[in-house]
């Protein structure tokens, strides 16, 4: 092993510079030669490809988003596309790829090296939180603490004017980032992808605490359970209660870093090189617990399990 490249693929996450800081830095200190690619598995695609020393990753560990760039390159996943990239590796010959990015990225990275037998390891980078066996990934920390800070402000309205709130926040198919913040937010109810809800049951909820004197209602909604303004819309019809809707988007996904996500960051982008090094490939690596760990793309890319509803009964028990 004697060049690596690294590359950020699918969506940003904060906490992507502070891994690919530790990747080059890692590499560096290792003496190795370390190319960014910039646009994810488009810039492989097309070339687009620039050595990194000590000195390219110097103040990049607070900045959000990747300095590479990312994108959802569609390309990559047709035949003349990764044969294209694959002729990229080899006229830069390049031993060994760092890709950091999330469920996504890693079944495109299995795919790819399955045929063409280029060692990979992925570090897991995914606000959504989605990886399998992994328990915390790059950003997750930081997307929570943005939505929380916004749904905290909207707590102080809330009570002022009396009002319910659907507040929604990024997940398609994990209820993550929800699950999180309802919690830590004292919010009264949360829907998610992985669990089905009754509105019979939530709007009776609302209107009996309501008849009990609650004067403010805070409800959080994954993306892909559904949108904010559908969801006040239909408890207003049902309830008669005035019921206002936020959509907090892509603020989620920038923002400078937590400690948490740069730390992480930090050990992955050292571990992702070790394994490189030590001739693995076909793995991510992320956090379990409060241990680093490597974990086969073949399980990375399955669906998360979650118990939900054990997260789920804490937040109605503490609302």
């Known amino acids: 092993m004697k060049k690596i490249a690294v590359l950020t693929t699918g969506g940003d996450a904060p906490g992507m510079n ?13 003496k190795l030669e370390v190319i960014g690619v910039f646009r994810g598995w488009w810039g492989l ?5 620039k050595p990194m020393d000590h000195r390219s ?57 399955a045929i063409y037998k280029v060692p990979c390891i992925g570090i897991a980078a995914s606000i959504d939180n989605d990886v399998n066996g992994i328990s ?35 997940g398609r198919e994990c209820g993550s980032i929800a699950l999180a913040v309802a919690l830590a937010g004292g ?3 949360v829907i998610i992808p992985e669990r089905q809800y009754n509105w019979e049951d939530v709007c009776h909820s609302i209107v009996n605490g309501n008849i009990r004197g609650k004067i ?36 989620q996904r920038g923002g400078r870093p937590t400690a948490i996500s740069r730390d992480i960051a930090l050990n992955l982008g050292k571990m992702a090189v070790d394994l490189l090094i030590k001739g693995e490939s076909n793995k991510a690596v992320g956090i379990q617990g409060n241990k680093a760990v490597a974990v086969d793309f073949e399980t990375a890319i399955k669906k998360k399990e979650t118990n939900v509803e054990e997260i789920y009964n804490l937040i109605k028990i503490m609302s």
Request: a negative charge.
């Open 187 to 189: 919010c009264e109810d």
């Open 216 to 251: 403010s209602w805070i409800v959080v909604v994954a993306e892909g359970a559904g949108t904010a303004p559908e969801i006040a819309k239909k408890i207003t019809d049902m309830t008669t209660l005035e019921t206002r809707a936020l959509v907090l988007g892509h603020i």
């Open 57 to 113: 990753v110097s103040g990049i560990i607070s900045q959000g988003g990747t300095i590479l760039k990312t994108s959802r390159c569609r390309e990559f996943y047709t035949e003349e596309g990764q044969n294209r990239a694959y002729e990229t590796i080899k006229k830069y010959g390049i031993d060994g790829l760092v890709v950091i990015g999330g469920n996504g990225s890693f079944t495109a990275a299995q795919k790819f090296t």
């Open 136 to 170: 915390m990934t790059i950003g997750w920390d930081t997307a929570i603490n943005t939505a929380l800070n916004a749904i905290d402000n909207i707590r102080d309205t809330a009570t002022s004017m009396e009002r319910i709130y659907v507040i929604e926040v990024m």
């Open 45 to 49: 695609i097309n070339e687009e490809l």
């Open 18 to 30: 502070a891994a690919i800081r530790g990747v080059v830095r890692s590499a560096v200190y290792n």
